[in-house]
């Protein structure tokens, strides 16, 4: 059984989201101990090679999005920048580059487009950040394209885009009122590529948590969550047995949560989304820096220069297809991409293949939208909150894992305060 060990609220998971309910719930002056698997990050970790610092896919941070005030309140601050202006679309049926409309001065110039859709899209960009999301949660991503008018050519631009703002492969899985708040954040103020990567993040998370006093234990799987008759919770690792009051599971999946809690949850999911893909430490920076498939759901950018992740000359380009296949095809498919922007093999310094990564776990459903999404405490125990990048009604991707992590730290210490104030505490560390 190992050691036991009395704390308030136990966390099962340290990426982002378990990171933040634990430094949460810590702060608010509960005893926490936040256990993984592996070391801290989880899919926000980065991996240095050769001085070359590379994410696991390309990661971007909404800069008014919901995750940077969460880490704002916590007091994690990054540098980075945003990325390259200039965006190419790449036609992959006919090899074609041209330049995209994705501001008012592209659009002008974009050989991409006609005059129709040009008319069109200069409507859509300046209607959408008056949009109320809300009401398009019954619609799917690709059926408010539809209804926008463009043709097929300007709703390839649309969904480019929007593929890009969501990590949808297939838009008729995602719903518009995401699709929506995420066009309208990347029109706001960009995403950031933050300096040294997401690790960065992970890294001012783990000394959150440890500034207010939670422990984080690498290389511990939760294996049992049990209730006790008490109220209380013990969660089993292989090396100790950990008793609390309250529990936040922000195990990365829903598979992984329905795993561990004590009743089976009815939850409605959407799909997940995965994706391909190739990360590249370069010699020195591509001619085509960012490029978006229109025909194909592909995509290339040079992270770095202008975030700093590379040693000085070379570059960071992450290249990446929504809705991995096989491996074989969909490696194929990047190098194809990643020749056409200029880039030969002797240019590659560092190369890594990713060929199946889940990006979400589950989108938001069309018909239900945001609003559809499990909340932090919809587990069928009171005491044991969920977290992830699918849960709750706030944000996509790492947004949505903040979000909800913030919001699970503090029912979770709340909760575990009711039992210290109701003479139920343990306290023992
Ligand atoms: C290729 C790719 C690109 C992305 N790009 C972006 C982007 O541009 N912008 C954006 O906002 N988001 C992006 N994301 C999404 C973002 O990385 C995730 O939403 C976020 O990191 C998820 O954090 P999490 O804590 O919810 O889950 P995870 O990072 O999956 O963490 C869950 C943790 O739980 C641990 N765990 C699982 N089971 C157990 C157990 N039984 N016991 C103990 N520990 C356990 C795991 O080891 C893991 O560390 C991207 C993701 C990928 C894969």
């Avoid at 899919?43 to 999005?65: C, I, K, M, T, W």
């Avoid at 290389?219 to 969550?225: D, F, H, M, P, Q």
Wanted: hydrophobic share 45%; with cysteine; charged share 15%.
């Amino acid at each position: 059984m190992g050691d036991m060990v009395d704390v308030e609220v136990v966390v099962v998971g340290a990426g982002l989201a378990g990171l933040v309910a634990a430094a949460v719930a810590a702060r608010r002056g509960a005893s926490v101990v936040c256990c993984d698997v592996r070391a801290a990050g989880g899919r926000a970790r980065s991996d240095e090679r050769e001085g070359f610092v590379l994410n696991q896919g390309p990661h971007a941070l909404y800069r008014r999005g919901v995750g940077v005030d969460v880490l704002g309140r916590l007091g994690v601050g990054f540098t980075g920048s945003p990325p390259h202006p200039v965006v190419s679309g790449y036609t992959e049926a006919t090899g074609e580059l041209g330049l995209l409309p994705t501001s008012a001065g592209s659009l002008l110039r974009s050989p991409v487009i006609g005059l129709l859709d040009k008319v069109r899209l200069a409507r859509v960009l300046t209607t959408l950040p008056k949009l109320q999301c809300a009401s398009f949660g019954a619609l799917s991503a690709a059926e408010w394209i539809a209804s926008l008018g463009c043709t097929s050519r300007g709703a390839g631009v649309i969904s480019a885009l929007t593929r890009v703002v969501t990590y949808a492969g297939d838009l008729d899985l995602v719903s518009a009122d995401a699709a929506i708040a995420q066009l309208q954040l990347a029109l706001e103020d960009n995403v950031v590529y933050p300096d040294g990567g997401w690790q960065s993040l992970v890294d001012g998370l783990v000394a959150a948590a440890a500034s207010g006093g939670a422990r984080v234990l690498a290389g511990e799987r939760a294996t049992v969550l049990q209730a006790s008759t008490d109220g209380t919770f013990v969660v089993r690792t292989p090396a100790r047995t950990l008793q609390a009051a309250s529990v936040v599971v922000a195990a990365g999946s829903p598979a992984a949560a329905r795993a561990l809690l004590p009743h089976a949850p009815a939850w409605e999911l959407g799909a997940p989304a995965t994706a391909a893909c190739l990360d590249l430490g370069l010699r020195r920076g591509p001619a085509t820096m960012v490029t978006y498939g229109l025909d194909q759901p592909v995509y290339l950018s040079t992270h770095s220069p202008k975030a700093r992740l590379a040693p000085l000359g070379g570059a960071v380009v992450h290249v990446m297809r929504y809705g991995a296949r096989t491996s074989a095809e969909d490696r194929a498919q990047l190098w194809a991409l990643v020749r056409r922007c200029g880039i030969g093999e002797r240019d590659v310094a560092v190369q890594r293949f990713l060929h199946e990564m889940t990006v979400c776990h589950a989108l938001p459903r069309p018909g239900s939208g945001l609003s559809g999404r499990p909340a932090i405490d919809a587990t069928g125990t009171a005491g044991v909150f969920l977290a992830g990048d699918w849960v709750g009604a706030t944000g996509l991707l790492a947004d949505a894992s903040l979000a909800s992590g913030e919001v699970a730290g503090r029912a979770a210490a709340e909760n575990a305060m009711r039992r210290r104030v109701a003479g139920g505490a343990m306290v023992r560390r």
